[in-house]
């Protein structure tokens, strides 16, 4: 993230409403980074990814911007079709791991 954006997080994240809603996007987010990361590594277009996943750049589109939820079997084959692979790891939140 750049320098900018983290202050810009860091003050908005002072409201609880806010904080909130962060949390509870923070996966989707997190998955379309990765995702559109892996893209520009590959050098791919969402046009040229959309081809090899038989489907419209407007859906990629969609999943880049968090705005479309798509199952796990879904994301492998995206992962696939950019020569990627999907990690699922859950761990207990931070506020009930014993100490």
Not at 40 to 66: D, F, H, P
Not at 79 to 97: D, T
């Amino acid at each position: 993230m750049s320098d900018d954006l983290e202050k810009y997080l860091a003050k908005q994240m002072e409201d609880p409403e806010f904080r909130e809603a962060w949390a509870e996007s923070q996966l989707e987010y997190e998955v379309a980074r990765q995702l559109i990361q892996l893209r520009k590594s590959r050098g791919m277009t969402q046009k040229q990814l959309a081809a090899r996943l038989r489907t419209k750049q407007s859906e990629i589109a969609r999943i880049e911007n968090g705005n479309q939820n798509i199952s796990l079997g879904k994301l492998r084959k995206i992962a696939e079709a950019m020569g990627g692979h999907v990690v699922v790891k859950i761990e207990p939140a931070p506020e009930l791991q014993k100490q």
